[in-house]
């Protein structure tokens, strides 16, 4: 039995499956991810900046035209697309298998492929709002009016909702994700270096019987799993969730 295989064999068995998953769920769909020999934050802005203080709230504050900057530059991915990992997750939670997805993306790729039951814990790019007033807008509000967007309502900056370092998750997120986390008996981490807190520490929540990771490098997680995958992730779910549904 290969990997594959076997993945698929623990889904068919299981009754309450999570994904918990990070950047490299969506780098199949052209975004770069974050911490890799390529990614954004090894990459400097404006040749001086560094990508990691960029993202903070006390920039944001200080410097909110370099912050928009670099937001619609190298966070906002507009023509972005579902890849087959994304798709396949949207099948297994029609099926009754997935219970809920658990992600630190911010791009709302798995709500575009039909995901329902998704805890974005760092928020959406979908979404903007007024630090002011609390106007909502959407993402194409932030694109379109350069270089500061400025509610039309009361004139306060309006920025994107998600969480920036130096600022907490939501608790109502967090508290749904960690439920969800606990009560599940598979748990499948897909993407992600489990290097980010608190987001990496949920999985620490989970009791259940299968521990999957899929994941290009290690993870602190290794030791504890079922089943370890080495594969693109994409290919590795949409193989393993077709043979869950078509046998």
């Known amino acids: 039995m290969n990997k594959i295989e076997k993945l698929s064999e623990i889904l068919s068995q299981s009754e309450s ?5 990070g950047a490299g769920m969506s780098t199949e769909s052209g975004i770069p991810d974050f911490r890799s020999a390529n990614g954004i934050y090894n990459q400097r802005f404006k040749k001086v900046l560094r990508p990691e203080e960029i993202v903070t709230h006390s920039f944001f504050m200080s410097s909110p035209a370099d912050f928009f900057d670099f937001y619609r530059t190298r966070i906002v991915y507009l023509d972005a697309k579902p890849n087959a990992g994304h798709i396949a997750l949207a099948e297994l939670e029609k099926c009754g ?42 993402l194409n509000f932030i694109v379109e009016n350069k270089p500061i967007p400025y509610c039309r309502k009361c004139g306060g900056i309006v920025r994107p909702d998600v969480v920036l370092y130096e600022e907490n998750l939501d608790d109502k997120i967090l508290q749904g994700a960690i439920q969800a986390i606990s009560k599940a008996d598979t748990l499948i981490v897909g993407g992600t270096s489990l290097a980010v ?7 620490d929540y989970f009791n259940g019987e299968y521990l999957v990771i899929i994941n290009k490098t290690d993870t602190r997680a290794d030791v504890e799993a ?22």
Request: some cysteine.
């Open 197 to 203: 807190y608190p987001a990496a520490g949920l999985i």
């Open 97 to 138: 298998i997935l219970s809920a997805i658990v992600t630190q993306n911010i791009d709302g790729l798995h709500q575009a492929a039909g995901s329902k039951n998704v805890f974005e814990l760092h928020g959406s790019v979908l979404r903007s709002f007024c630090i002011d007033c609390g106007e909502k807008y959407d």
């Open 226 to 247: 079922e089943l370890i995958i080495r594969e693109n992730i994409g290919e590795t779910l949409s193989k393993a969730v077709n043979l869950v549904i078509n046998g």
């Open 17 to 21: 499956v999570v994904f918990f998953g």
